[in-house]
């Protein structure tokens, strides 16, 4: 604030006190409207000008740490810039000199303080960019610190692939990641047929049913029609993906593509080109294989022909 009142614009301000209010009272509402002190106005002597106070007030200002006296300054010349009718300088026998002459003043002011104010904003905005920058900054930060864990327990839980215990943890994996992208999701569970789903997750008003498979060799066809039976029981709106880190054959790849396919396919691919090392969300993932599938029919799309 003090870089941007300037001797000048604190001295026009001074002025447009002087010439805005003729009596002593009516200066003295202004003042302490603006944050002057009772005690502060307390030593205002009954012979003392208006001019000797306010050079005497100004100077106490400036003095004040963190720039607070340089605020109040700035506050009361705003007020004065937007001044338009001086009742303080009626019925007077020279009332329409004092009025241009307060008018005159007050448009000096008005001037530099639009002039401060510009500077005021490009300096708030600046500020913000630097603040929504370290904020992106350490959100980034975070992101590949999560990824990073996330990156290291999958790689401990692949030395474990085909076993039982690996493949359920591969589930709590796959929705430490899905928190992580913070989509709505619904854990394990069996729906009303007594059939184990392994979980939901909604994205764009669809909800996906998700079956995570966490094996040696390839999924295969059988797999993806009993898939399929759970998704085509459900609601129009129903999809499904199948996550399989050792990917699929040939004919799990033909059994899931048909027209209207509900289902789509990824792979470790996926996760290893894209996903953690954070250059696509599992968001945009899903949905660029989601489009694949409803323009072609395909349910899979290799991360190679992204």
Not at 41 to 55: I, M, N, P, Q, Y
Not at 162 to 183: C, D, P, Q, R, S
């Amino acid at each position: 604030m003090a870089k941007i009142l300037s001797p000048h614009v604190i001295e026009l301000t001074k002025d447009a006190c002087l010439k805005a209010f003729w009596r002593k009272p009516a200066l003295r509402l202004f003042l302490k409207q603006h944050g002057i002190a009772d005690a502060m106005l307390a030593t205002w002597a009954e012979d003392e000008s208006k001019r000797v106070f306010l050079a005497r007030l100004f100077e106490k200002l400036i003095g004040l740490k963190s720039n607070n006296g340089y605020r109040i300054i700035f506050d009361m010349a705003c007020s004065l810039a937007e001044m338009k009718h001086f009742p303080d300088l009626e019925n007077w026998e020279d009332t329409p000199k004092k009025i241009s002459e307060a008018n005159k003043a007050v448009s000096r002011l008005k001037l530099e303080v639009g002039k401060a104010k510009e500077v005021l904003t490009d300096e708030k905005e600046a500020l913000e960019r630097r603040r929504r920058s370290e904020e992106e900054r350490q959100k980034a930060i975070a992101a590949s610190t999560s990824l990073e864990n996330l990156g290291s327990g999958l790689k401990n839980l692949v030395m474990q692939i085909g076993t039982i215990e690996a493949g359920l943890t591969f589930e709590k994996w796959f929705y430490e990641m899905v928190n992580f992208h913070e989509i709505p999701c619904r854990l394990p569970y069996k729906d009303t047929r007594g059939r184990q789903i392994d979980g939901s997750l909604t994205l764009d008003g669809t909800t996906f049913l998700v079956e995570t498979k966490f094996t040696k060799d390839p999924v295969g066809s059988q797999d993806i029609d009993i898939f399929l039976s759970k998704i085509r029981t459900k609601a129009d709106n129903t999809m499904g993906i199948l996550i399989s880190m050792a990917g699929f054959n040939s004919g799990a790849l033909e059994t899931a593509s048909h027209d209207r396919t509900p289902l789509i396919l990824l792979d470790h691919a996926h996760f290893y080109t894209f996903i953690l090392p954070g250059t696509m969300s599992l968001t945009d993932v899903i949905r660029r294989v989601s489009r694949h599938a409803s323009q072609s029919g395909e349910a899979f799309l290799a991360a190679k022909d992204f």
